[in-house]
């Protein structure tokens, strides 16, 4: 027996198949392979802030001297922050490393094995991931053709062994949302709701008022889009509080580093600021919509997030991301069962979508 053979007959059965996630690619890997030099390639395909983060945040960073010291645990005072920005009490109030952090917690919470989470697909790929590495099941909801939610569906889907749906709202890749009626439809079968608003900043509607009514509801939020703090990774969740307690016991000590706790704080303190470099990327996101409605082999769909998703209706979506690759911009394609030939555009700055333009309109 090798020494291969020997290790692996003790991973757990189930995860020897384990997909993970495709995450997005990384610019300094396409070195040599683009026609564009690395640092002028345009990201259009993680959603994150092209404006970047608040200059406050770069500033606090710098003069901050406390870097040998571990976090507060506890998260006291950035709890106390998130919750003035949330407009609640603090005891509802979880930071995560990332918002992604927070799903995998819920879930290790809440998720026995083969207990089943319910998943409106499609949608965002960490909710399968985590569903997965926890050991459950994850049972699928077709959206409608326009990508609305299937409400019956999802509450007939409710059995015994259900202990999660999630609801990206808006959803990431489709970019609609879904009304506060339905939530509440879902929110009556009495099962966890996660509600991730990961995108609220862009769509300007939230159900954090709800999260005191109901003692299923979840709302997850993330600094990674709006604030434009992805590579610091921190998220939060607002929970019932007595769930509150619980995630803060289960999560590994310190998750939310020194430098994520400074640069919340200092963007909190520069919102108009970064309120007005959302009010731009809303402004982009319905130009970027016009000009791809021009395009006479793409179909954009309506988006309240900042990103458009498109159905590619003539070649196919794999061979579109290449061709933008080759120049320099990077885009997310789909070509499974569920998206077949679709890509998802980021909206950036109006250089960016003039440079992307210009491509589309020469294929
Ligand atoms: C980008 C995104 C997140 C953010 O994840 P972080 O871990 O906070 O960076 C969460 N949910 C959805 C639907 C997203 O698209």
């Keep these: 027996m090798s020494q291969k053979d020997s290790i692996e007959k003790y991973i757990r059965p189930d995860l020897t ?13 396409l070195e040599g392979k683009v026609e564009v030099p690395v640092d002028t390639i345009i990201k259009l395909d993680a959603n994150e802030n092209p404006y970047g983060c608040s200059p406050a945040v770069s500033k606090a960073l710098a003069s901050y001297d406390e870097y040998y010291v571990y976090p507060d645990d506890g998260q006291t005072k950035l709890r106390k922050l998130l919750a003035g920005y949330c407009g609640v009490d603090e005891k509802y109030i979880v930071a995560g ?40 099941k994850l049972v699928e909801i077709p959206r409608k053709d326009n990508f609305d939610i299937d409400i019956a569906a999802v509450q007939a889907a409710v059995t015994d062994l259900t202990k999660v ?67 610091l990774r921190v998220g939060y969740g ?12 289960i999560k590994i000590p ?18 108009d600021y970064l309120e007005s470099m959302v009010e731009k990327i809303i402004d982009e996101r319905e ?9 006479s082999w793409l179909k954009p769909y309506p988006s309240q997030a900042n990103f458009i998703l498109c159905k590619v209706e003539k070649g196919n979506a794999l061979q579109l991301r290449q061709k933008l690759q080759e120049k320099g911009i990077l885009i997310r394609y789909y070509d499974d069962t569920i998206l077949r030939d679709y890509v998802r555009i980021s909206v950036s700055k109006p250089e960016h979508t003039d440079a992307l333009m210009n491509v589309l309109r020469n294929i």
């Design 254 to 271: 310190y998750n939310i580093n020194a430098a994520a706790m400074v640069a919340v704080e200092a963007s909190l303190k520069d919102i």
């Design 97 to 136: 490393g990332g918002s992604n952090q927070l799903i995998d917690l819920i879930l290790r919470l809440f998720l026995n094995r083969d207990e089943e989470v319910i998943n409106c697909v499609p949608t965002f790929g960490i909710y399968k991931f985590s569903t997965d590495l926890c050991g459950g």
């Design 238 to 249: 607002l929970f019932p509080p007595e769930i509150a307690d619980y995630i803060l016991k």
């Design 287 to 295: 130009r970027l919509f016009t000009e791809l409605e021009k395009i």
């Design 17 to 29: 198949g384990f997909g993970g996630y495709s995450a997005r690619i990384s610019p300094d890997t």
């Design 165 to 231: 749906v999630f609801l990206a709202n808006p959803n990431n890749p489709t970019g609609n949302i879904i009304s506060e009626v339905d939530i509440r439809d879902i929110l009556g079968t009495g099962v966890v709701v996660v509600v991730d608003e990961a995108y609220c900043e862009f769509s300007r509607q939230t159900v954090v008022p709800l999260i005191e009514e109901y003692g299923n509801l979840i709302v997850l939020r993330t600094f990674s889009k709006w604030a434009g703090l992805a590579g």
